[in-house]
DNA sequence: GCGCAGCATTGATCCAAATCAATGCATGGC
DNA sequence: GCCATGCATTGATTTGGATCAATGCTGCGC
């Protein structure tokens, strides 16, 4: 488990020589960022590309008409969307942060040059687009292919092995967020939540309690072809 | 625009030195297959990396409870999932092949030593990896922030102006399929174009005319961060 | 303490889309 | 020619989830 906050130790630089190390980090920045700071907006062209080194940053997808979704969150020690800074592309999502957190900011050209001339950090970052792009498929399958009570039921199920504590699981944001990234809104994930306690589950503010885990893996059908989060072996 | 059917001439190989790309090449082979062969199932861990030489792969997703959807199409000449074949993890989707076409198959274990051995073709991989999961990201944008209805007509003005003829569009598969496509049943999407029909369209078969643009637009408020295929100025 | 703001729940209603069911319409085999 | 098969359309009905509206709860500022 990733646990530092020193631009050195990110494992992006893992193996990386030294002498290539201290040169990506001389042009780098770190940003100390407190709670509602937008990164950047959808739109926008990378300057940077950001790397979480403490706390987490939201992407959210917003529509013409202004409505507003969780796409999904990234936690240290992952990058921020390298698929728009290296290829130069706008951002199809805007960035915000909710939570005091931490981020090396590595000016995108110098990036792009430092992929291009060294295999290892090309690893690591395809190693990164990757699994984000894994990520995204799992999230399409997940919306494709199940209801919205279904959707919730595994939520809860991967929440509780994440943070491995089988009987409970502890949401990591406000539920009207959780709605909108499993593509509800928040008062069906209110009624999912209630019409699970058929199946075995007790909410308590921010706390689910499982009580029997088989039966809601019964009637939420659980996949690790959706659900599972990669083995992390690949370096990132 | 890409035409060659020649493993030679893949732009993935373009710019490498020709001693890296006979090496590559006398270890691969080509595949001619016919429609309706599937090339891997969603599970299997990948042995090769397959790239569409002329013809394409569909990519579609599988509930446990046998549902299908299509995921997307993959056309040549482009990568099948690298991300499953770089990372070694098993794949997501399962691939069908709808039309006679060729593929080229590379050992998984031989490109990731060429990829982390040859900065060109790391940055050819990069660019295909990032260009898929920004249109996972579009996708999942679709499906979240808008109606059935939405998605109908934005899907057929994206695909008129994809296919450079703006007074119509052709469907490049079956309905049903399309349907799956953009989340919803095979009915909804025949209702949808029935519907579609006061902003403007008229269906016969699998050609859709687009008698007024501008009104369908402003039905379905198109958005080039979700419809819009990159520019493609980044070498796959 | 009070009152306010923000999030969450609950209920009532509406609506979009799924489902169920029947029919139409091609295409291909024999 | 005819019938089977598969895809598409259309209609009737159901339902999952959204929307609208009201209320509750919690923490916070003052």
Do not use: W
């Not at 590309?49 to 008409?65: D, H, K, N, P, Y």
């Not at 951002?91 to 005091?100: C, D, G, H, N």
């Amino acid at each position: 488990m990733y646990e530092g906050a020193a631009p050195e130790e990110l494992p992006l630089f893992r193996g990386l020589p030294a002498s290539r190390r201290t040169d990506l980090l001389r042009n780098a920045m770190v940003h100390s960022v407190s709670p509602g700071t937008v990164l950047f907006e959808q739109g926008d062209v990378p300057n940077f590309q950001l790397i979480v080194l403490t706390g987490s940053a939201q992407l959210f997808g917003r529509s013409a008409e202004g409505r507003e979704v969780l796409i999904e969150a990234v936690r240290a020690p992952d990058l921020i969307i390298p698929a728009a800074v290296l290829t130069g592309a706008p951002y199809l999502m805007q960035a915000r942060v909710p939570e005091p957190s931490r981020f090396l900011l590595i000016h995108a050209a110098v990036l792009r040059a430092a992929v291009d001339a060294d295999p290892l950090l090309a690893h690591a970052v395809i190693g990164s687009l990757a699994h984000q792009f894994r990520r995204m498929v799992r999230q399409i399958k997940n919306l494709k292919l199940r209801t919205a009570t279904q959707r919730v039921g595994c939520y809860l199920l991967a929440l509780s092995k994440r943070q491995g504590t089988p009987d409970r699981a502890v949401l990591p944001f406000e539920k009207t967020l959780i709605a909108s990234e499993l593509g509800i809104t928040r008062e069906s994930f209110s009624r999912a939540l209630s019409s699970l306690a058929q199946s075995g589950i007790r909410v308590d503010g921010q706390t689910i309690a499982i009580l029997d885990a088989p039966r809601l893996a019964a009637e939420c059908t659980p996949d690790p072809l959706i659900d599972g989060a990669d083995a992390e072996d690949f370096a990132i």
